[in-house]
């Protein structure tokens, strides 16, 4: 796939991770390796656990310029090259518009247009694949892996001037096809453990109490481990919790497991999003209580 | 070696094509990985396998692999070449071969080479590179795995468990029984059951651009409807040890409520007679004739059956042979009229599929029902959806 006529991404571009960010060695050596062989990388994992994030971070690691094109269910392939604005022009002409004789100004350039014209190596985010109709992978593979597509209404073929480098997202709401995935690399982010969450949340908050973080740590894990839930809490609702519980100055002793496993924990609802977790969550806390 | 560490996913039926193990090959030419056979599983795997629900086959491919690795006779470093050789003819197409020869990938292998021939040495020359001697499940003679590192360095502060040894991914492989970790794809894979079968309606922002780009001649679009059509009947067998089970089943279905344009539940226990009940928890008292449900919903009504099957042949074959109460038919009677109702019908079964053959009952259901018994597994739910859209 790779072509020696496009100029490469540095092959000493390396991405370890950020101040901001926490990527664990699986991650990063799924990331170099995209980089460095030029393709496509796809990177599922259950909500909030970094995916959107990554692009971000990996695009201002290596001083890069991100496009980020966020997929709908209504998102076609094409909108990603480029659209003709037939109704502005339709219009226009009927103002007698002089705009309307040049077709160009109706050429909506669509991201893979933008990244492909940049004149530096750039990274390119396609967020949530999932959500588009199960053709749209497919429709995009010529593109991405030629890097170049035809413009017919200017009789012209946009070339990338170099080849960026594509994060895809996937929520796993549908299957990708097997052509589509044969060209990328893949990586499932796995919830993070508590060591690596214990990072996140350190780069987030860097001087939380280390005693509260213990504190809050065990009762979102024991909260993750709650069965039936709808929906589990992700990294980005323990980091919002956390804000409220240094908002309120909430001691780490209110969140002591042994109160904590019959008590219901302060400031759940930034825990738990859904109406009826919130509910199964106290049923059971109340259960617990009524033990002996 | 690659091609013979690829041969072997193959044979674990991971669907691994020619074209990743060239860009693993890349990725090795490019070194990519300093060494450590850790970094060597991790590139792998994202070269290699495109589906959470695959890393635990591949764990496990990954392991055998590289614990054998003193059986198999490709790992003499002279071999490689001869075989990527025959491999290629074997496995490769033309386009493929030939973009095989733009990569040297003797400089891979004369490297290869150098680093085994390093090894060897430092492995004779004392427990190092093994670890715990002795006690290491790998190191008794031979190769330990760790000669497999493909150059550089290793890296000393590795647990003695690896990665793929620990199976990690182990609730995310589709052929594991349902349950709260994989109960939300199993969710998803219903909803996309649930969506098919829309009929279309006109796109009027598609009609409108293409009318305008037309020159203002009417161009219609249509489009497929969002919202789904399906409609299900779910049968639930309770009152015996797989109700966990099948209230899982429940719930799953439940959840994906929404999505269908109807669901509807009834139970029975053990097989269908002429009544069925729509509480679970009044089943002794009010019961719902059979006939008025056949009665009642079309034959565009999709029928799923929840149960593990397993009861005496006598249930199903003979009238008077529920265990509960009097049949005037027999059970199998019922299930051909349901059958017959609703031709669209699946059965699912928390039995794991293997055991099947061995109960008389689950078979007769199974032929009853024309083959169409699934495990309860995401993997079966996905077999019993794909055979209902039929
Ligand atoms: N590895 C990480 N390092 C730092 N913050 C993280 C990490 N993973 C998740 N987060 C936090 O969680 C939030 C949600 O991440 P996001 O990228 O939107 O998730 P996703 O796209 O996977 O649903 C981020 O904004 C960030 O605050
Ligand atoms: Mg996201």
Known sequence: ?292 | MLVDFFLHLKARQLPVSTNELLALLEALEARLVSGSLDDFYLLSRALLVKDESLYDRFDRAFGEYFRGIEALPGFAPEVPEEWLELAARKHLSEADRLKLQKLSYEKIFEQLKERLAEQKERHSGGSKWIGTAGTSPYGHGGYNPEGVRIGGESVGNRTAIKVWDQREFRNLDDTVDLGVRNIKVALRRLRRFARKGAATELDLDGTIAGTARNGGWLDLHLRPERHNAVKVLLFLDIGGSMDDHIQACEELFSAARAEFKHLEHFYFHNCVYEGVWKDNRRRHGENLSTWDVIHTYGPDYKLVFVGDASMSPYEIARPGGSVEHWNEEAGAVWLERLLATWPHAAWLNPLPEAHWGYTSSIQMIEQLLGKRMFPLTIDGLERAMRSLSK
């Open chain 1, 1 to 292: 796939m790779s072509n020696s006529t496009l100029a490469h991404i540095p092959n000493d571009m390396k991405f370890e991770g950020t101040e901001t960010y926490v990527a664990t060695r699986d991650l990063t050596l799924a990331v170099n390796a995209a980089i460095a062989l030029q393709r496509p990388l796809l990177i599922k994992g259950e909500p909030g656990t970094g995916k959107t994030l990554l692009a971000e971070e990996v695009a201002s690691a290596l001083g890069m310029p991100l496009f980020q094109w966020h997929i709908k269910s209504t998102t076609k392939a094409q909108q990603g090259l480029y659209e003709y604005d037939a109704v502005s022009r339709l219009r226009d002409s009927q103002l007698g518009d002089p705009r309307v004789e040049d077709i160009s100004h109706y050429i909506v350039h669509g991201v893979l247009w933008q990244a492909f014209e940049c004149d530096q190596p750039s990274v390119v985010l396609i967020d949530e694949i999932d959500k588009a109709d199960i053709e749209f992978p497919n429709d995009l593979l010529r593109e991405l892996d030629r890097m170049e597509f035809h413009c017919y209404e200017l009789h012209r073929t946009i070339k990338a001037k170099h080849r960026p480098l594509i994060i895809i997202t996937s929520n796993n709401e549908k299957e990708l096809p097997d052509a589509f995935l044969r060209r990328c690399f893949f990586h499932y982010i796995k919830f993070p453990d508590k060591e690596t969450m214990q990072r996140i949340v350190g780069v987030h908050f860097p001087v939380l109490k280390h005693e509260l973080l213990k504190e809050a740590l065990e009762v979102f894990f024991d909260l993750r481990d709650v069965p039936g839930l709808k929906k589990k809490p992700s990294t980005s609702e323990l980091i919002d919790w956390l804000k409220l519980l240094l908002a309120e100055d909430i001691p780490p002793e209110a969140l002591r497991a042994k109160e904590a496993k019959d008590a219901i924990p302060p400031l759940h609802g930034a825990l738990l999003k859904n109406e009826q977790d919130v509910h199964l969550f106290e049923r059971l806390a109340f259960m617990s209580r009524r033990k002996p």
